[in-house]
């Protein structure tokens, strides 16, 4: 297992700029809410600090709604074609507040991490007393903060998981990196945000594990 480097953080906008940010996206309307409402619920977690994140409960707006919103080099963010069932990707071990807005966190990419596999990172982010970020937590991450994604510095949110029938867990675990317009991603996709998947078992040099300390309504 590779040595741990120091950990990435980058700075979020106020909690009050990023309800507008999602607002601007019409991603309230998504989730059948009103503009007013994420207003007033930015304005009430009040005392957030540059590393809390505005998020939408998944069950609200699903990541395929979210992927197309994501803007990097002038592309749209798109999911991989071969994940079609993207959105049955649910929380796992990760409890979320009942509630359809909610802020996480201690929001951290997970650098020191690079190289690692999921099975490796999740008991390590587990003894951080860190949980990692869900697919959509992500998505709304670089909604926010598009700097939280850099070529050769993306990350994995193995919060998510699928339960295939039977209970056993599918092996795909989702992460979000940036498209080399290779293969069917295809050439206009190059330097686009991309929703794609890894292996449980395998290791990449270029994503880290994003996770928070916490969530709260």
């Given at each position: 297992m590779p040595d741990s480097a120091s950990a990435h953080h980058i700075a979020l906008p106020p909690l009050a700029s990023q309800a507008e940010r999602l607002i601007e996206l019409g991603v309230h309307e998504l989730?059948?809410?009103?503009?007013?409402?994420?207003?007033?619920?930015?304005?009430?977690?009040?005392?957030a600090d540059g590393n809390t994140l505005l998020a939408v409960h998944p069950g609200l707006v699903p990541a395929s709604a979210l992927a197309p919103l994501l803007q990097l080099n002038g592309k749209?963010?798109?999911?991989?074609?071969?994940?079609?069932?993207?959105?049955?990707?649910?929380?796992?071990?990760?409890?979320?507040?009942?509630?359809?807005?909610?802020?996480?966190?201690?929001?951290?990419?997970?650098?020191?991490?690079?190289?690692w596999s999921p099975e490796e990172a999740l008991p390590?982010?587990?003894?951080?007393?860190?949980?990692?970020?869900?697919?959509?937590?992500?998505?709304?991450?670089?909604?926010?903060?598009?700097?939280?994604?850099?070529?050769?510095?993306?990350?994995?949110?193995i919060g998510s998981r699928l339960r295939k029938a039977g209970g056993a867990l599918d092996a795909r675990t989702p992460a979000i990196w940036i498209s080399n317009g290779s293969g069917r991603d295809g050439r206009e996709r190059r330097n686009a945000p991309k929703v794609g998947w890894c292996w449980w078992g395998n290791r990449h040099t270029w994503l880290g594990f994003a996770s928070a300390t916490g969530r709260r309504p």
């Open positions: 989730a059948g809410t009103t503009a007013e409402d994420l207003r007033a619920f930015a304005e009430d977690g009040g005392g749209s963010g798109f999911v991989v074609v071969d994940m079609p069932d993207v959105d049955l990707f649910a929380p796992h071990g990760v409890d979320l507040p009942d509630a359809p807005l909610y802020l996480v966190t201690g929001v951290d990419r997970g650098d020191h991490m690079a190289n390590a982010l587990t003894e951080e007393h860190r949980t990692p970020l869900l697919l959509t937590e992500g998505i709304h991450w670089v909604l926010q903060q598009p700097d939280a994604l850099e070529r050769n510095h993306c990350f994995m949110t």
